[in-house]
C-alpha cells in the first residue's frame, strides 16, 4: 500500500478555480498573440507561420538544406504534416525536395533563392510585429519573468531537454 503524502495529494488535486482563471488568460493571451502576429506575417509577406518556420530552419542549417525528417523534428511537426505543407512550400518554388543521397526512403529539403528572397523580406516585418506585440508590451523584469516562465514549462514537458 502506498503513503498518501501531501505530494500525492497535490498531483490528484484539480486545479483551483483561481489557477484555472491565470490557465485560461495564458492560453487566450498566447491565442491571440499567435493570431496577430501570424496575420501581419500573412499580410505583410505572404507566408504562413508554417512556411516562416521551415523557411527559418532552413536557412539557418547547414547548406541551406535538412532531411524532411530533421526538419519534422526540429519543428515540432509530425512527419505527414510537413510533407503535406512542403508539398504546397514546394509549388510555390519556396523549396525543393530531393531524395537523399544516403538514405533511399529519406528526402532531403533545399531553400531556394525564392524562398530565401522570400524570407529575407519577412524577417524585418515579423521581428518588427514581435516588438510590438510581444516585447514593447512587458517591462524587462516582465519579459525576463516570460523567458523564465516558458523555459520551466518546456523542462516541465520534456525533462531531457536542458535550457
Known amino acids: 500500500m502506498t503513503k498518501d503524502t501531501p505530494e500525492r495529494r497535490r498531483r490528484r488535486q484539480l486545479p483551483t478555480a483561481e489557477e484555472l482563471r491565470i490557465w485560461r488568460e495564458f492560453i487566450e493571451t ?15 509577406s505572404s507566408l504562413s507561420p508554417g512556411d516562416y518556420a521551415v523557411l ?16 519534422a523534428a526540429h519543428i515540432g511537426w509530425e512527419r505527414s504534416r510537413l ?17 537523399c543521397a544516403t538514405e533511399p526512403r529519406g528526402a532531403e529539403v533545399h531553400l531556394t533563392p525564392t524562398g530565401a528572397e522570400a524570407f529575407r523580406g519577412s524577417t ?37 531537454r536542458k535550457e
Open 30 to 44: 498566447t491565442e491571440a498573440l499567435r493570431s496577430r502576429i501570424a496575420s501581419r506575417l500573412q499580410v505583410q
Open 56 to 71: 527559418l530552419a532552413l536557412t539557418e542549417a547547414q547548406d541551406q538544406q535538412m532531411r524532411s525528417s530533421e526538419l
Open 83 to 99: 510533407s503535406h505543407h512542403l508539398g504546397r512550400m514546394e509549388r510555390r518554388g519556396l523549396i525543393r525536395r530531393q531524395e
Open 124 to 160: 524585418v516585418p515579423h521581428l518588427r510585429a514581435i516588438r510590438e506585440l510581444f516585447v514593447d508590451a512587458l517591462t524587462p523584469d516582465q519579459l525576463r519573468a516570460a523567458g523564465e516562465i516558458a523555459a520551466a514549462l518546456r523542462v516541465h514537458l520534456d525533462p531531457q
